[in-house]
């Protein structure tokens, strides 16, 4: 049949099962616009307040989904717009699709009105950028970027088509989604080494990444780690990929992990990697790091190993794939003595806050038995991202979204509006401080505007937290542009926005406010103002070794 450009993309859509885009309209892609317009019935448009609150729906749409997430945005500023969206995926393995429009094809490259080379300036934050120029090439190269999309280690990926091949016609063949071939990379010998790795190790540790989420391998990783009998810790981007109920449980590794999960490792004798990178927030000193361990890292993507730490075996595959051919291989394991020693290092070295009075862990607490822990969370980034990970115990994948790799301030409140689109039947809330929500709060008007039932928790303790705490440990208390006390009032705001809000100053007053927030089924926000000198502990220093992990108690020792 015979279509236009425009055409093209909206059926391209709904072949790849496309029910959701969120975006921003402009002159450039009027004509994909006014497509969309005509078939509102098939694919629901979000109208986001900012493009970059259009990507980082999309994000977390797709992170709460598993599904592609897909963003629209016109030329020049509009492109722009979304390049911290695109990013933000691109560092954390988000499957996303972001669509843009350009000047037409005789005016590219002329400094044109709203002309940006969006494929030039996103190629270092995409798996893949198109600029389509030729309407007939226009439908493979939409099917092309969903599979690069998802395919593999999966990420973002652009596709900037020029306004007159949207408004050009050609000839249009429908078409299935092209079948996802996982390429597993190893060998019957990687597999025999990994087993006997396995079988002789005394005091195995296992390191949770996000790939393990990705892959949808969380029931393999349970089955791994009870077969091998042993303690499991996770990083921020692996939560809910393990049950943080566990016995086998020790939480989060790395800067601001347990002193359990990072003791732990810096004793164990093997250190199994699932779907992990390695990262510095990980590794503190990567000289140090485990350096009593082999290390046996199992990843899809094969650049991933030996890039940030040696490793001493290795398995380039699917986790699920790999996992399900080691379990079934396996014979149980036996490591009574090991698992004692963790549980005497859990029962010591337990999570601990101020409890006498109103603070962001005990908000935190409040949210999850109120939420029975079946709520989606997504967070900005700061001391209450960490807190986040820390006292919300997350049973489930896909429950817990949050800028790892890129660490974006504002990205929260927009996952957590992509994220209830994508999954209505879950409580979202958004944790952020308050310096990361006057970043994109602009997007509570989203909310409002489709009555997304979303919570904005805020975490008001008037300074750039997490800065504010570096501030006091490492520079001498010189508060250099961290202290936020001035004249915005957020519940006024928030109204302003069309939202209810809520402002908490008591430990009391925070189970009725999440209760209330639930139960009205519309967009809410809750203010809580906490005190400006809180920090997160336990904590390690940049580029110290995790072995080094300090909490308060240790702090007031050494002063």
Same mark, same amino acid.
């Given at each position: 049949m015979?279509?236009?450009?425009?055409?093209?993309?909206?059926?391209?859509?709904?072949?790849?099962?496309?029910?959701? +885009?969120?975006?921003?309209?402009?002159?450039?892609?009027?004509?994909?616009?006014?497509?969309?317009?005509?078939?509102?019935?098939?694919?629901?448009?979000?109208?986001?307040?900012?493009?970059?609150?259009?990507s980082h729906a999309a994000d977390g749409y797709a992170r709460a989904t598993g599904k592609v997430g897909v963003c629209l945005a016109t030329s020049g500023p509009g492109a722009t717009n979304l390049v911290t969206g695109i990013a933000t995926a691109y560092m954390d393995s988000v499957p996303l699709v972001a669509i843009t429009a350009n000047v037409t094809l005789p005016w590219l490259g002329k400094d044109s009105f709203q002309e940006v080379d969006i494929a030039g300036v996103t190629m270092p934050i995409t798996k893949h950028g198109f600029i389509v120029k030729d309407v007939t090439k226009l439908a493979d190269t939409i099917r092309k970027a969903f599979q690069i999309a998802k395919s593999g280690r999966p990420g973002p990926v652009l596709v900037d088509i020029t306004k007159d091949v949207t408004a050009n016609k050609c000839e249009y063949t429908p078409a299935k989604p092209a079948e996802i071939v996982l390429r597993n990379q190893y060998t019957e010998n990687d597999i025999d080494v990994a087993l006997e790795m396995i079988r002789k190790a005394k005091k195995p540790f296992i390191y949770l990444g996000g790939g393990a989420i990705i892959s949808g391998a969380s029931e393999e990783v349970k089955e791994f780690a009870y077969k091998i009998e042993a303690p499991v810790c996770d990083t921020l981007m692996a939560k809910g990929a393990f049950d943080g109920k566990s016995d086998l449980y020790t939480g989060m590794i790395g800067m601001h992990g347990t002193k359990t999960s990072n003791l732990g490792v810096s004793q164990c004798d093997l250190l199994i990697a699932l779907g992990a990178r390695?990262?510095?927030?990980?590794?503190?000193?990567?000289?140090?790091?485990?350096?009593?361990?082999?290390?046996?890292?199992?990843?899809?993507?094969?650049?991933?190993?030996?890039?940030?730490?040696?490793?001493?075996?290795?398995? +380039?595959?699917?986790?699920?794939?790999?996992?399900?051919?080691?379990?079934?291989? #396996?014979?149980?394991?036996?490591?009574?003595?090991? #698992?004692?020693?963790?549980?005497?290092m859990k029962e010591k070295y337990p999570l601990k806050y101020d409890t006498s009075k109103l603070t962001c862990p005990y908000v935190i607490e409040e949210l999850d038995r109120v939420t029975k822990g079946k709520a989606i969370i997504s967070t900005d980034v700061g001391q209450h991202q960490m807190w986040a990970a820390q006292f919300y115990q997350y049973t489930e994948p896909r429950t817990f979204l949050s800028s790892g790799g890129l660490g974006t301030m504002g990205y929260g409140l927009g996952a957590c509006i992509g994220a209830k689109v994508g999954r209505p039947d879950k409580i979202c809330v958004n944790i952020a401080g308050d310096g990361c929500f006057r970043m994109n709060m602009n997007e509570l008007a989203t909310a409002s505007r489709y009555n997304i039932p979303i919570i904005q928790i805020v975490i008001n303790n008037h300074v750039l937290g997490m800065v504010r705490q570096w501030q006091? #440990?490492?520079?001498?208390?010189?508060?250099?542009?961290? +202290?936020?006390?001035d004249q915005v009032d957020f519940v006024k705001v928030s109204e302003g926005l069309g939202c209810t809000a809520i402002r908490v100053t008591k430990k009391e007053e925070v189970a009725p406010a999440i209760e209330k927030a639930i139960a009205l089924q519309k967009p809410?926000?809750?203010?809580?103002?906490?005190?400006?000198?809180?920090?997160?502990?336990?904590? +390690?220093?940049?580029?110290?070794?995790?072995?080094?992990?300090?909490d308060a108690e240790d702090l007031e020792k050494r002063n």
């Amino acid at each position: 049949m015979l279509l236009t450009g425009s055409q093209i993309v909206v059926e391209c859509l709904k072949e790849q099962g496309v029910d959701t +885009v969120f975006g921003y309209p402009g002159g450039s892609i009027l004509n994909i616009y006014d497509e969309l317009y005509k078939h509102s019935n098939e694919i629901n448009h979000i109208l986001t307040s900012h493009e970059q609150g259009a990507s980082h729906a999309a994000d977390g749409y797709a992170r709460a989904t598993g599904k592609v997430g897909v963003c629209l945005a016109t030329s020049g500023p509009g492109a722009t717009n979304l390049v911290t969206g695109i990013a933000t995926a691109y560092m954390d393995s988000v499957p996303l699709v972001a669509i843009t429009a350009n000047v037409t094809l005789p005016w590219l490259g002329k400094d044109s009105f709203q002309e940006v080379d969006i494929a030039g300036v996103t190629m270092p934050i995409t798996k893949h950028g198109f600029i389509v120029k030729d309407v007939t090439k226009l439908a493979d190269t939409i099917r092309k970027a969903f599979q690069i999309a998802k395919s593999g280690r999966p990420g973002p990926v652009l596709v900037d088509i020029t306004k007159d091949v949207t408004a050009n016609k050609c000839e249009y063949t429908p078409a299935k989604p092209a079948e996802i071939v996982l390429r597993n990379q190893y060998t019957e010998n990687d597999i025999d080494v990994a087993l006997e790795m396995i079988r002789k190790a005394k005091k195995p540790f296992i390191y949770l990444g996000g790939g393990a989420i990705i892959s949808g391998a969380s029931e393999e990783v349970k089955e791994f780690a009870y077969k091998i009998e042993a303690p499991v810790c996770d990083t921020l981007m692996a939560k809910g990929a393990f049950d943080g109920k566990s016995d086998l449980y020790t939480g989060m590794i790395g800067m601001h992990g347990t002193k359990t999960s990072n003791l732990g490792v810096s004793q164990c004798d093997l250190l199994i990697a699932l779907g992990a990178r390695f990262s510095d927030r990980v590794l503190g000193n990567p000289k140090t790091f485990a350096k009593k361990a082999k290390i046996l890292h199992i990843d899809i993507d094969a650049a991933e190993i030996n890039k940030n730490i040696k490793t001493d075996a290795s398995i +380039v595959g699917d986790l699920k794939t790999v996992l399900k051919e080691l379990n079934a291989k #396996l014979e149980q394991q036996h490591h009574e003595e090991w #698992l004692a020693s963790i549980r005497e290092m859990k029962e010591k070295y337990p999570l601990k806050y101020d409890t006498s009075k109103l603070t962001c862990p005990y908000v935190i607490e409040e949210l999850d038995r109120v939420t029975k822990g079946k709520a989606i969370i997504s967070t900005d980034v700061g001391q209450h991202q960490m807190w986040a990970a820390q006292f919300y115990q997350y049973t489930e994948p896909r429950t817990f979204l949050s800028s790892g790799g890129l660490g974006t301030m504002g990205y929260g409140l927009g996952a957590c509006i992509g994220a209830k689109v994508g999954r209505p039947d879950k409580i979202c809330v958004n944790i952020a401080g308050d310096g990361c929500f006057r970043m994109n709060m602009n997007e509570l008007a989203t909310a409002s505007r489709y009555n997304i039932p979303i919570i904005q928790i805020v975490i008001n303790n008037h300074v750039l937290g997490m800065v504010r705490q570096w501030q006091t #440990l490492f520079y001498e208390k010189r508060y250099s542009q961290t +202290v936020l006390e001035d004249q915005v009032d957020f519940v006024k705001v928030s109204e302003g926005l069309g939202c209810t809000a809520i402002r908490v100053t008591k430990k009391e007053e925070v189970a009725p406010a999440i209760e209330k927030a639930i139960a009205l089924q519309k967009p809410v926000v809750i203010e809580c103002i906490i005190e400006e000198d809180d920090k997160v502990f336990p904590m +390690v220093p940049a580029g110290a070794p995790i072995s080094d992990v300090f909490d308060a108690e240790d702090l007031e020792k050494r002063n």
